[in-house]
């Protein structure tokens, strides 16, 4: 069966210190990839989607980055990190096709102090 | 740009009561897949239903089913019989262009069941 793996499940940073999150897929081969972001009592927002290794789209404009080493991993970063980075960041992922349900992670809980 | 509009950000309901929340959608493709996902407190998205734009019949599930009229790209939820345990939010999303697409999300409806 198919899995999702995001962590950590929480984080607390210092403004300017570097962020890497973390989220695998098992289960499934040449799935599509999604970053999210979802302010407190908001809707999510698209940050990043991925529909191979190395195939990265932006949907925002921030001092996020994606990355895709491998065709079950997608790595959010940041080199300095804003207070307004601060959120709940969830990884999903799907068919390429969209014949089935969206798969989430458990979310991660950023704190930028 | 495809957009799903979802025009109730709460919504409140009586325990066993009926309720229904409201989704619009915009795309030129011909092929894509509607769903409703249930965020609870403790965030973790599931699904709730889901249906295909191909097919003509409203999906169900239990005591969820949905309203699906694709010429007036609308895609509302019903929810029967209301329970304390679908105080949530609530997304609509869409899924679009095959392999090369992706997931666009509603902004939510925050759903609160009141016994």
């Known amino acids: 069966s198919q899995t999702i793996h995001q962590w950590p499940a929480t984080l607390v940073q210092p403004v300017g210190s570097p962020l890497s999150l973390e989220c695998t897929v098992e289960g499934t081969s040449n799935p599509n990839l999604y970053w999210y972001r979802q302010a407190a009592g908001r809707g999510l927002q698209l940050l990043f989607y991925?529909?191979?290794?190395?195939?990265i789209s932006s949907e925002v404009p921030q001092n996020l980055s994606a990355s895709r080493p491998q065709d079950r991993q997608f790595i959010l970063s940041s080199k300095k990190l804003l207070l307004s980075d601060s959120g709940f960041y969830l990884c999903?992922?799907?068919?390429?096709?969209?014949?089935?349900?969206?798969?989430f992670g458990q979310g991660t809980r950023l704190t930028v102090v | 740009a495809q957009t799903v509009t979802q025009s109730q950000p709460e919504m409140s309901v009586q325990e066993a009561e009926t309720v229904t929340l409201s989704c619009t959608y915009d795309?030129?493709?011909?092929?894509?897949?509607l769903f409703w996902y249930k965020q609870p407190p403790s965030r973790q998205m599931i699904l709730v239903i889901r249906q295909e734009a191909y097919k003509q019949q409203n999906a169900t599930e239990n005591r969820f089913s949905v309203n699906f009229q694709k010429a007036a790209k609308s895609f509302s939820l019903k929810i029967s019989d209301s329970q304390l345990g679908d105080t949530a939010m609530y997304f609509c999303?869409?899924?679009?262009?095959?392999?090369?697409?992706?997931?666009?999300f509603g902004k939510g409806t925050k759903l609160s069941v009141k016994p």
């Open positions: 999903a992922w799907s068919s390429g096709t969209g014949d089935t349900e969206a798969f």
């Open positions: 999303v869409s899924f679009y262009g095959g392999s090369q697409g992706n997931l666009i």
């Open positions: 991925s529909i191979g290794i190395g195939q």
């Open positions: 795309t030129s493709e011909s092929n894509y897949y």
